[in-house]
C-alpha cells in the first residue's frame, strides 16, 4: 500500500536554529514527490518537486532532498514567518486513467519558530 | 501567474440548501481536483477532472456533484450536506501531464448548520 509518513508532528524552534523535517515514503513507483507549507486556514503553497534520489532544490532558508526511501525538509537559519505546517506528497504510478494526479500525503509537521 | 481563485471564502448553509462553489485558474492547466480537508489533517482527494472529463471520483456521497464547464473552470455543487461535511475546500489545477506540481487556490470554508 502506497504511504507516506511525515516526522516529527510538532517542532518548534528557536529563530536561527537550523532543523531537518522527515518524509518516509513506500510507493510502488514514484512519479513525483512535493512539499507544500500550509498557513492556518489558508491553501497548500507548492514548494518543491523531487523526481529521483540524489536531487536537492533550494528555496531562501529551505533545501529539500530525496533518497530511495525518504525527503528531507532541511530549514536553515529559520525565522517566525516560517512557521507553518509543513505537507509532503507523492504521486504514485498511473494505471490507466484511475490514478491521474492522485497525490498521497503525510499528515504534516507543524513548525513554531520563537523569536 | 501561478493564481488558482475559489468563491467564496466563506459559506454558511442549513442542511436543506442547495449551493456551489467555484473555481477558477488560468495557467491553461488541464487537470482539476477537489480536496475536502478538515482541522489538523491533510487534505483529502474528493475528484479530480483531466482534460473537463471526470477521471477519479474518490467514492464521494452524491450530496457532491462536480462539474467542469470548460478547461478553467470547476465547480462543486451542495445540496442536503450534513454537519459533518463543515471543512475547507480546497482546489487545485495541474498541467496533467503527471508528475507534475498542483497549484491550491485559498479554500472555501463551509460551515453546514
Known amino acids: 500500500e502506497d504511504q507516506v509518513t511525515q516526522s516529527p508532528e510538532a517542532l518548534r524552534l528557536q529563530e536561527g536554529e537550523s532543523s531537518s523535517l522527515n518524509c518516509s515514503y513506500t510507493?510502488?513507483?514514484?512519479?513525483?514527490l512535493f512539499w507544500y507549507r500550509q498557513d492556518p486556514g489558508k491553501g497548500p503553497e507548492f514548494l518543491f518537486t523531487?523526481?529521483?534520489a540524489g536531487e536537492e532544490k533550494e528555496k531562501e532558508r529551505l533545501k529539500a532532498t530525496l533518497t530511495k526511501k525518504e525527503s528531507f525538509l532541511h530549514i536553515t537559519a529559520p525565522k517566525p514567518e516560517d512557521s507553518a505546517t509543513y505537507l509532503c506528497?507523492?504521486?504514485?504510478?498511473?494505471?490507466?486513467?484511475?490514478?491521474?494526479?492522485?497525490?498521497?500525503f503525510g499528515q504534516g509537521t507543524t513548525l513554531q519558530v520563537k523569536p | 501567474d501561478t493564481e488558482v481563485t475559489q468563491t467564496p471564502k466563506h459559506l454558511v448553509m442549513g442542511m436543506t440548501n442547495k449551493k456551489s462553489l467555484k473555481c477558477e485558474q488560468h495557467?491553461?492547466?488541464?487537470?482539476m481536483y477537489w480536496y475536502k480537508q478538515k482541522a489538523k489533517k491533510p487534505p483529502e482527494l474528493m475528484f479530480v477532472?483531466?482534460?473537463?472529463?471526470?477521471?477519479i471520483n474518490e467514492s464521494v456521497p452524491s450530496r457532491f456533484s462536480p462539474e467542469c464547464p470548460n478547461s478553467s473552470l470547476l465547480n462543486l455543487h451542495l445540496h442536503a450536506l450534513q454537519p459533518e461535511d463543515s471543512a475547507l475546500y480546497l482546489c487545485?489545477?495541474?498541467?496533467?501531464?503527471?508528475?507534475?506540481?498542483?497549484?491550491f487556490g485559498p479554500g472555501t470554508r463551509l460551515t453546514v448548520t
Open positions: 510507493v510502488s513507483g514514484l512519479r513525483g
Open positions: 477532472y483531466s482534460y473537463e472529463k471526470l477521471s
Open positions: 495557467m491553461g492547466h488541464r487537470a
Open positions: 487545485a489545477s495541474s498541467q496533467g501531464r503527471g508528475g507534475d506540481e498542483q497549484y
Open positions: 523531487l523526481y529521483s
Open positions: 506528497a507523492v504521486q504514485p504510478p498511473v494505471h490507466g486513467s484511475s490514478n491521474t494526479g492522485k497525490l498521497i
